[in-house]
């Protein structure tokens, strides 16, 4: 099952050895594991296998995630893949983020691919690939250190997020130099994303897009009364739902996402009107679980959350996934090439765009591919909410990012995390 537990190991003998994976559990719905009496009596009794019978949780799922919990504190005992790391010095050099849930298996494939590369290569490679929790601070103060001179820059970006990479103060200013390029060679994307109601090819030929995130929303049942059933997000943004409404805000890529499309498609108003429906600030893993009062705390009838994260509900759970008729929103992951070694980045470019790689984020991590060759199951009703290419050009989303985040805190009456 794993190099670190089995499945028929009790929760105890987990938690004991592995004290980071008791949050996640504890996020997961086990809540009597946060007590330590609780612990090690019941906790002596089940074994994992029996808990997530129970609970109703995907077990193939939730072990990967106990996995990555283990890995994340724990370099030492890994795969290798923690760190994720060459730094000799190379002639090119890749650096980013992953989406979590996805992170170990696109990191094997990665792994796998890089020391396959080393003896066909007449030149080496440094990489840097980490988990997107760990957020890309790091990658931010290199890019602000290179001052102007893309020679510093690194020869490939993999990230989610629309700071990072339109930000005038970050990679805003290299890509109105034109030091980056789409060199995939794909010239239509996936037709989930080159339709009638959606084009994520860049018309600059400078971004490539390998995969989205997509946002969607969470109804409790519940709690929703007589209030009409929510299908969009301009169905949020009725009164009746004011302060009634949680929101993944420390996943700065998704939130950053979610107030540039509510303001490309609703504007300032809208921006305000869905300040005022805040209620929580809550993780996704939370949001699986966000029906359940704790603490006297209000439950919220609402909870945006990352598809990946709401197809681990439990069908029992009062909570209702709901695809937004007027699109899920995206936080598109870039792969963001330096024209200036591109001969030589290109093999990784290629792999990151392979029909393995998509595949990966589809299947494995419900993060819809681009790649043509990818199905990825969606139904004519799933569609998406993208910016659109002329509103990115056209805008300062950096300035636009901290302009919307203001209203949307005043609106809001709570303070910015």
Request: glycine share 6%.
């Amino acid at each position: 099952m794993s190099q670190y537990f089995e499945i028929t190991d009790t929760i105890y003998d987990i938690t004991e050895k592995y004290p980071e994976t008791i949050e996640l559990f504890i996020a997961n719905g086990f809540d009597n594991l946060s007590n330590p009496v609780m612990r090690q009596t019941l906790g002596k009794t089940i074994t994992l296998d029996m808990a997530l019978s129970m609970r109703k949780i995907n077990q193939e799922i939730f072990v990967q995630k106990l996995k990555e919990a283990i890995e994340q504190i724990l370099p030492d005992l890994s795969t290798g893949l923690y760190a994720m790391k060459e730094e000799n010095g190379g002639d090119i050099r890749i650096e980013g983020v992953l989406p979590c849930p996805i992170r170990l298996p696109l990191l094997e494939k990665f792994e796998d691919f890089a020391a396959s590369q080393k003896d066909s290569l007449d030149y080496k490679v440094d990489y840097n690939l980490k988990s997107a929790n760990l957020g890309l601070d790091d990658v931010k103060e290199r890019v602000v250190a290179a001052d102007g001179n893309g020679d510093a820059l690194s020869d490939l970006y993999l990230s989610a997020g629309f700071d990072l990479f339109f930000d005038k103060s970050l990679m805003g200013r290299y890509r109105d130099a034109g030091v980056f390029e789409d060199i995939s060679g794909i010239e239509q994307v996936n037709t989930d994303f080159d339709n009638d109601h959606i084009s994520l090819k860049d018309p600059k030929k400078q971004y490539a897009i390998i995969g989205v995130v997509p946002a969607i929303f969470m109804v409790n049942t519940a709690v929703l009364g007589d209030r009409p059933f929510p299908e969009s997000w301009e169905d949020l943004m009725n009164p009746a739902f004011e302060n009634s409404i949680s929101l993944p805000m420390k996943d700065l890529d998704m939130f950053n996402a979610f107030l540039l499309h509510i303001h490309r498609y609703y504007g300032n108003e809208g921006i305000e009107k869905m300040g005022r429906s805040l209620l929580h600030n809550m993780h996704p893993a939370q949001m699986v679980k966000s029906h359940i009062q704790k603490g006297g705390n209000t439950v919220p009838t609402v909870t945006v959350t990352p598809y990946f994260f709401a197809s681990m509900v439990d069908k029992k759970s009062p909570l209702r996934p709901v695809w937004p008729k007027d699109g899920a929103i995206i936080s598109p992951i870039f792969l963001l090439a330096k024209k200036q070694n591109k001969d030589k980045i290109k093999p990784f470019v290629d792999f990151l765009y392979s029909k393995e790689i998509g595949e990966i984020l589809s299947s494995n991590g419900k993060f819809p591919s681009t790649n043509p060759l990818v199905d990825n199951h969606l139904s004519p009703d799933q569609k998406f909410m993208w910016l659109g290419w002329d509103y990115i050009y056209n805008n300062d989303i950096g300035k636009l990012i901290t302009d919307t985040e203001r209203l949307f805190y005043g609106a809001s009456g709570k303070e910015s995390v």
